[in-house]
């Protein structure tokens, strides 16, 4: 599974997309606050002439700098829905349902989320 940035969805027909299932990238940290929302901790992806001014300065991968990445409440909520098992469409209707908003507004919602989970490399589609 690619947890890299890729235009594979753009080839995707709607229909197609909204039956795929998005899974979890397990190397991504991540917590749920005492809030309710989830906060991802992750190292900060060099481009690379900072990679080469990172080893030249004698730094370690592990040196890297981290990012922290808080979602709100709604993107929390479809965080914690992709689980590897429900399609992108039944991720859709539980938002729907959730926050009473309309199929074509949680649809346009959750998908343009997932698109971005997907760039930042925090997700894949299968």
């Known amino acids: 599974m690619k947890f890299s940035p890729s235009n594979h969805s753009s080839s995707l027909n709607r229909t197609q997309a909204l039956a795929c299932v998005p899974t979890q990238n397990d190397t991504i940290q991540w917590q749920q606050l005492d809030s309710g929302e989830i906060l991802f901790t992750y190292p900060l992806p060099l481009n690379p002439f900072f990679k080469a001014l990172h080893r030249k300065f004698g730094r370690s991968q592990e040196d890297n700098p981290i990012?922290?990445?808080?979602?709100?409440?709604?993107?929390?909520?479809?965080w914690l829905q992709i689980d590897g098992k429900k399609t992108v469409r039944k991720i859709i209707r539980h938002?729907?349902?959730?926050y009473k908003v309309t199929g074509q507004e949680a649809e346009h919602a959750v998908t343009a989320f997932l698109k971005t989970l997907g760039q930042r490399g925090f997700i894949a589609l299968s």
């Open 67 to 78: 990012k922290k990445l808080q979602l709100d409440e709604m993107g929390s909520f479809v």
């Open 95 to 98: 938002f729907a349902e959730e």
